[in-house]
């Protein structure tokens, strides 16, 4: 082994040196601290690399968490100030259209659930392994998110509604009134 040779530098009984069994005795005991030594070092540099290996994990998915939540964060905005909007509508074709493109939004929903329960697994395995920091990438949390999309659902009945409202609002004007 690579540790300190037991019988140098006297074996037991050369020149007369009476402490010769006693000197080779430490050496070995040096020798098993070394090899115990040699040991520790082996393993903590094994741990270190799981500890880098992990973290390298959590950064990536974290980094993946941020490339999901910020645009799903910004579709979500967007979808919400298009629900709030008010409108005016000067023809029943007007009212039509925006009742299309309405069935068209919620149409693509559950798309954009799932993307928004991607986004929950992913942290739900963020969570299991890391046990501590933020996220670098972003301050989106999965909470606010999901805040923000049940928001974004009680909305639809309510535009729905008024959307109604309007059609048959503009179903009751006759249309020489409207121009």
Known sequence: ??????????????????????????????????????????????????ARETQEKIDTMRLEFAKKANPFNNWLEGAREDLLDTFVCHSIEEVNSLVTAHEEFKACLPEFHQIFLDIQQLQQEIDVIATFGSNPYTNLEVDSLGTKWNELLQLIPQRDQLLQDALVKKKKVPTATLR
């Open 1 to 50: 082994s690579s540790g300190i040779n037991a019988e140098w530098p006297l074996r037991p009984g050369q020149r007369g040196f009476s402490k010769a069994a006693e000197v080779a005795a430490r050496s070995q005991a040096m020798n098993g601290l070394w090899e115990n030594l040699l040991v520790a070092r082996t393993k903590h540099r094994e741990d270190l690399e799981t």
